[in-house]
């Protein structure tokens, strides 16, 4: 019976294929977190951001000429337009921030300051703890959930599915140096739930393949039940892409960033649900079938 050329695309088959793009993706992420490291945004490493509007066009070199007045000038400038700027600063007090804005409108033009945040390195090294139990919190209740409602098994290959999507997102914004900030985290997490949500339908109608059919090879069933799926999969992916991509285009400067990292997540997040979760299950399957059958030969030998 060719149950494959019935139902659809053989997933199966072209896994391996799925497992390499993977590997590339995420080795090229970690090549760049280990030799770049991340862009971290004042919400983890501290300091001062100014958002400013000069009345002229002023170029990014001008500013950072003002900034190295005040032995500043490896702070991150942000060229938003001809005449607006996000200045990300090292820690300074107010009286600095005064002076640096005097020596603006001394220098160049006279400005009008937009936004102005601080943090200091004790709250930031908080939000990078409260970041990280954060996600550690939602992975632990992701295996419980999914080990209740289905099997130890199916929580395994989903929680491996989200390790995947987390790390493209944080190795393409470290690769881009896109900045780290509570956002972010925050766009990681909406990935996280929305990557499980796929990855569950797919789960759940493999539940019921394998319950009345019995007969057929596991191969056979993770392929039916992700064509079976894959159009609401798919329908789901394009309606949540649609508005983001509107967002990111339309949404300024502020949200752009928030936007890219849902649509990076969003996009690993299919991907991993039909090419990487399920086929995940037939490499378990044939791990613990070698592992039985090794546990088998050897009580034979025993009883021998």
Wanted: proline content about 1%; charged content about 20%; hydrophobic content about 50%.
């Amino acid at each position: 019976m060719d149950l494959i050329g019935k139902k659809g695309f053989d997933f199966i088959k072209n896994r391996k294929i799925a497992y390499i793009i993977s590997v590339i993706i995420i080795l090229v992420g970690l090549i760049s977190i280990i030799f770049q490291g991340f862009n971290l945004g004042i919400d983890f490493a501290g300091g001062t951001l100014l958002q400013i509007k000069f009345d002229k066009s002023v170029s990014t070199t001008e500013v950072r000429n003002v900034l190295s007045e005040f032995n500043l000038s490896q702070s991150t400038i942000q060229n938003l337009s001809e005449n607006e700027f996000v200045i990300r600063i090292g820690k300074i007090d107010s009286e600095q921030r005064t002076e640096i804005l005097t020596a603006f409108k001394e220098n160049l033009t006279d400005l009008e300051v937009l936004r102005v945040e601080t943090v200091g390195p004790v709250i930031g090294e908080n939000l990078k703890k409260l970041a990280f139990y954060a996600l550690l919190f939602a992975f632990i209740g992701i295996i419980l959930y999914i080990t209740v409602r289905f099997e130890f098994k199916f929580s395994i290959v989903s929680i491996l599915a989200l390790c995947h999507d987390s790390l493209i997102v944080l190795g393409i914004f470290s690769l881009l140096q896109k900045e780290i900030t509570i956002s972010i985290i925050a766009a990681v997490m909406t990935i996280v739930g929305y990557s499980i949500n796929n990855t569950i339908v797919i789960l759940d109608r493999l539940r019921e393949n394998i319950k009345f059919k019995t007969r057929e090879p596991f191969e056979n069933l993770i392929n039916m039940s992700i064509n079976q799926s894959l159009s609401r999969t798919i329908n789901t992916t394009l309606t949540t892409i649609i508005p983001i991509l509107t967002l990111y285009f339309f949404g300024g400067n502020i949200l752009s960033d928030f936007a890219l990292a849902l649509f990076i997540g969003m996009l690993a997040g299919t991907y991993s649900s039909i090419f990487i979760a399920s086929p995940l299950l037939l490499e378990w399957n044939k791990i613990f079938k070698i592992h039985q059958k090794g546990i088998k030969i050897s009580r034979e030998k025993d009883k021998k």
